[in-house]
């Protein structure tokens, strides 16, 4: 049966090594993207020439009017989509002391009201299928200097559990949360090969490890409520 998947913030990084290994497993690919519209045409042309269709919606999930049209513009083309991949995220550092309002509602806008508001419409509109939230491991300890990230992920980890308890039978909810896994603005290589040292498993990551998750999960169809880490231990510190 034809099946396609939705992936939020889906060009680069994490999220585009998930829309390939869904693509190079049959799935029709609806790929989101908000700056990195070049990487996504570049991505969704890769997609074609694998034999899958492929394409892409631009769209600033900070905006609520605009990430309510996402649902709706995916199911128009993509009747068949059964899978919704919230992978779209702000990381900022920021603590308490220093968080304004603006800086607080752009970030929990994009990292929970999105996920929030993309699986109520998913939900109303396909009837049946799959979400998987990309939390973070960070999120099962206080990790202060990014407040509001960090916020958004424990409500994005409670969101997972919430809406699978009230969407079954008809569309699970599962979480994926990654640990130390691909640099960022602020954590270089280095300095997660660093902090990785001290992790029960002693090393960091790969985009693989979160990907096979994100497929297991997809694949195991009596899983919904559950958050699988993928952080080498991190979460138990
Ligand atoms: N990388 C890690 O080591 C790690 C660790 C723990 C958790 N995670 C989680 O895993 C997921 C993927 O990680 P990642 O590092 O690949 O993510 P990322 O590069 O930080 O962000 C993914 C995408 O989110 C999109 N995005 C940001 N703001 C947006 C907005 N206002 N509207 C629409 N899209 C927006 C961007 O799309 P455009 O580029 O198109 O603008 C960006 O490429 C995230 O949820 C992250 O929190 C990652």
Redesign the pocket.
């Given at each position: 049966m034809k099946k396609a998947a939705l992936i939020?913030?889906g060009?680069?990084?994490?999220?585009k090594a998930v829309a390939l290994a869904l693509a190079e497993r049959g799935y029709d690919i609806a790929l989101h993207?908000?700056?990195?519209e070049k990487q996504a045409v570049r991505l969704a042309g890769a997609v074609r020439r694998a034999g899958r269709d492929c394409e892409v919606f631009c769209c600033?999930?900070?905006d609520p009017a605009a990430a309510l049209e996402l649902v709706p513009a995916v199911r128009r083309r993509f009747p068949h989509c059964r899978l919704l991949i919230n992978?779209?995220?702000?990381?900022e550092r920021g603590t308490l002391r220093d968080l304004s309002p603006s800086s607080w509602r752009r970030i929990m806008a994009?990292n929970l009201d999105a996920p929030v508001f993309l699986t109520r419409a998913f939900a109303a509109a396909f009837r049946r299928g799959h979400v998987v939230n990309?939390c973070?491991?960070k999120a099962a300890a206080n990790f202060t200097s990014h407040f509001a990230y960090t916020m958004s992920k424990k409500a994005l980890l409670d969101f997972t559990a919430m809406s699978a308890a009230g969407l079954g039978p008809a569309v699970r909810v599962n979480a994926v949360a990654?640990?130390?896994?691909?640099p960022?603005r602020e954590f270089g290589t280095r300095d997660l090969v660093r902090l990785s040292a001290g992790l029960p498993l002693g090393r960091k990551g790969t985009v693989s490890d979160v990907v096979s998750a994100v497929l297991f999960l997809e694949d195991n169809p009596y899983i919904t409520g559950q958050t699988v880490y993928v952080d080498g231990g991190m979460h138990l510190l």
């Amino acid at each position: 049966m034809k099946k396609a998947a939705l992936i939020t913030g889906g060009a680069v990084r994490i999220g585009k090594a998930v829309a390939l290994a869904l693509a190079e497993r049959g799935y029709d690919i609806a790929l989101h993207c908000r700056n990195s519209e070049k990487q996504a045409v570049r991505l969704a042309g890769a997609v074609r020439r694998a034999g899958r269709d492929c394409e892409v919606f631009c769209c600033d999930l900070s905006d609520p009017a605009a990430a309510l049209e996402l649902v709706p513009a995916v199911r128009r083309r993509f009747p068949h989509c059964r899978l919704l991949i919230n992978n779209a995220s702000v990381f900022e550092r920021g603590t308490l002391r220093d968080l304004s309002p603006s800086s607080w509602r752009r970030i929990m806008a994009v990292n929970l009201d999105a996920p929030v508001f993309l699986t109520r419409a998913f939900a109303a509109a396909f009837r049946r299928g799959h979400v998987v939230n990309l939390c973070d491991a960070k999120a099962a300890a206080n990790f202060t200097s990014h407040f509001a990230y960090t916020m958004s992920k424990k409500a994005l980890l409670d969101f997972t559990a919430m809406s699978a308890a009230g969407l079954g039978p008809a569309v699970r909810v599962n979480a994926v949360a990654p640990g130390l896994i691909l640099p960022s603005r602020e954590f270089g290589t280095r300095d997660l090969v660093r902090l990785s040292a001290g992790l029960p498993l002693g090393r960091k990551g790969t985009v693989s490890d979160v990907v096979s998750a994100v497929l297991f999960l997809e694949d195991n169809p009596y899983i919904t409520g559950q958050t699988v880490y993928v952080d080498g231990g991190m979460h138990l510190l």
